[in-house]
């Protein structure tokens, strides 16, 4: 469904989704990011795609359907075959007493569309929208249930005993193990899965889903098959099918729905068996722009003022899987016009941008960190990319680097940003050379969003708000978040309609309000598959290189003392900002401080 910006423009002033100041910075991020208004909109959490679904639908006069898959019929699903259903993106969701065929459609201004459905099913007719996601749920019945299709295609192959080699049938396209591994892919990508794990055990192969951060096992397959399923990704990804004493690596591309994934393929010899994992990459997918990354306010603006310097060095810090890759991804691709040259020395190269010169690491071939940057620098270029900062060596040169006239990004793994510069002094990097090159760090995590289909609200009692306040060091009351909350209503990006209600009296005055922005596990709906969320968003701490932190740095100070004075001079700590976003809406309590720290609230 793509609807006209002037239509969605018309939409939500009328409905007071938007005000003239709210929109006129949308229509700054549309020139920016050549995404549509209808997309921005939904991205920044200023209508769901369901409400903005209604609302066209009111405005052609369709009525609206909240499809639920697990009500539709197998007989009536096929009533419209599959191949015509994703063409014409509609499905039959249900038969009426008068055999009248509710067909449930993404765009039913359509008449091409319409036109051929009435032939399809006799005239016999009536047109309902949907929203994009709950079609593209309802086009996945056709498959079925996973395990239903692993079963089908499993039993109809001879699987007597383990085959350590491959014939032509284990090449062939059709082949009931190729079929397999399709399955196991199209599944990960349609769930949103970042990683597929194909995991040997005893008995079993064992298949497991990292989705928004946690693993799931999805699958059990038969142990007898590993060897065949071992083998047929391996050719895929052009490695030794018959190495099995060694780690391999390499690359394949699928397309699922129009839309090429590179999948990136790492084998790992263990007791029983070779694990195979699996990172799946949208190559089709456009970067985020910093809002929809999860900046917003001072740290935006100071992140922003950063990237454009000339020269400097902008660290980027936190654990493996903390996103950051993605928000380089986004930083390099808002960097890259035409008169910049953009190099990289990336292991591995996770994001192809075009007309960015992107290295890989090699060791075998001595290609390092180190020897990879001092050959980027033999190549005039304006900005460097540096995957990450891991000795002496590579620390030493990227700083030489960004003195002599080169924007430099890279990362570290640290667990607050603070942390990052006391590392550069253990890495043997002058203190002076720190204090004058490095630009800002942003420290970040990944967290979860709470779908916003069918999230809750709940009335906190009395001892979780005193938890609260303990664990976010609150000081016994929630001035302080209101008053954060207040300067993020003002900022307007990323707050939904029913916070738009709230003013700066009602968010200071009286702890009563705080039920309408906390949320506690929702059931979840057909949207987000049942999890109760849907997608992930970072929270982040940027910390500027001030005047008094470089004085810090020159003094060799703690990572304590500088974070102390880092929050002094403006900078808003990763839990709070992560609290911000729980008080919107966006996700909850608990999975901030599931990726920040131990502390559990009950």
Known sequence: MRIPDSLVEKLLLSNNFLDDEKLKNLKEQEKTTKKPLQDLVVNNNIISEKDLTKLYANEIDIPYIELNTKSIKPDTLNLLPERIANQYKAIVFDVDKNNTKLIAMEDPDDIQSINFLQKQLDNNIRIYITTTTLLENALDQYRGNINNELTRVIASQDNNEDKEEIDSNDLAEDSPIAQTINLIIEYGIKAGASDIHIEPRENVVVIRYRIDGLLKEANRLPIKLLGSITSRIKILANLKIDEHRVPQDGRFKVEVNGIVYALRISTLPILDGEKIAIRILN????????IELGFWGNS?????????????????????????????FSVLSSLNTPDVNISTIEDPIEYH????????VNPIAGMTFANGLRALLRQDPNIIMLGEVRDHETAD???????????VFSTLHTNNAATSLPRLLDMGVEPFLIASTVRVVVAQRLVRQLCPNCRISFTPDESYIKRINGIFNLKNDLKKIYQLETVALKDGIGIDKSNQKYSISDLSSSETKIHRFFNNNPDGCDLCNHAGFKGRIG???????????????ISNSSSEVIESTANNNGMLPMQIDGLIKALRGQTTVEEILRVTTTEVVQ
């Open 353 to 360: 941008i075009i007309g960015v010169n992107q290295t890989q």
């Open 300 to 328: 935006l603006t100071e992140f922003n003022s950063a990237i454009t310097q000339p020269h400097g060095l902008i660290l980027v810090t936190g654990p493996t899987g903390s996103g950051k890759s993605t928000t380089l």
């Open 397 to 407: 040169l990227a700083v030489q680097a960004a003195l002599t006239g080169h924007l």
């Open 539 to 553: 929270i982040y701490e940027v910390l500027t290189n001030s005047n008094n932190i470089q004085k810090l740095i």
């Open 283 to 290: 190559e089709s997918s456009k970067a985020a722009d910093f």
